[in-house]
């Protein structure tokens, strides 16, 4: 029940095209749900996090989609760009202010 | 305004070494401290986490050890390192009692010879 799944493992996608990469969760305690952004040889950076009061966050040409009723969340990248070819993470934050995190999708933005 | 540092950003270790990373906080008191291993292209796995001085939770069990000897110092350690201690360590911080400013150090590449 603290799982959060992440889909697609890996993801390529066309300069100025959309990227989608979802999550999923169980647990109904979960009331914070950030997204980590990671090039390689760093540590992961915060992008963008949302609470399950809204259904929506947009800043910049990122945006969280959420769900609450199917336990989802997704991120969308519009006119996906090549800098934006990185790891994302997805996670979910329970009652111990601890984040579970989802399995983490490699995307390759082709120019 | 709060940093993380972590060092050293990579290490190359014969088996059966002893290991200690270190991870520092400033600019913020009583953090919750983590860390973190990374495997080649894979996730997070959480080794360690501390909200409070000598307080020190264990995820996994494993060959390693953490230890919080003052309020913002965080430190990974190993009496012999194994093959599979190799990977991607991060140190992160966050606000006590928050999910506010979960922030990720660097990291240290560690390879076991």
């Known amino acids: 029940q603290q799982q959060v799944k992440q889909s697609p493992q890996s993801l390529i996608v066309q300069k100025g095209g959309i990227s989608i990469i979802n999550c999923a969760y169980e647990?109904?305690?979960?009331?914070?749900f950030p997204w980590y952004q990671q090039f390689p040889g760093k540590g992961p950076a915060l992008l963008i996090a949302?609470?399950?009061d809204v259904s929506e966050k947009k800043e910049g040409r990122f945006t969280i989609s959420f769900n609450k009723s199917a336990k989802q969340f997704s991120l969308h990248i519009m006119d996906s760009q090549p800098g934006d070819s990185a790891t994302y993470f997805c996670?979910?934050?329970?009652?111990?202010?601890?984040?579970?995190w989802g399995a983490g999708t490699k995307l390759i933005i082709k120019p | 305004s709060q940093t993380i540092h972590q060092w050293p950003a990579t290490l190359v270790q014969p088996v059966g070494s002893p290991l200690s990373l270190e991870c520092t906080v400033e600019?913020?008191?009583?953090?919750?401290l983590y860390w973190y291993r990374q495997a080649a292209g894979r996730g997070l796995q959480l080794l360690f986490y501390?909200?409070?001085?000598?307080?020190i939770s264990s995820e996994v069990p494993q060959n390693l050890s953490a230890s919080r000897p003052q309020d913002r110092q965080f430190i990974l350690s190993s009496k012999k390192l194994l093959l599979s201690d190799s990977g991607f360590y991060l140190c992160?911080?966050?606000?006590?009692?928050?999910?506010?400013?979960?922030?990720f150090g660097s990291g240290t590449r560690l390879t076991v010879v």
């Open positions: 992160a911080w966050s606000v006590s009692g928050a999910y506010y400013g979960y922030t």
């Open positions: 647990n109904t305690a979960f009331d914070y």
């Open positions: 949302i609470r399950p």
């Open positions: 996670a979910a934050g329970d009652s111990n202010y601890q984040l579970i």
């Open positions: 600019g913020t008191s009583n953090p919750n």
């Open positions: 501390s909200v409070g001085i000598g307080q």
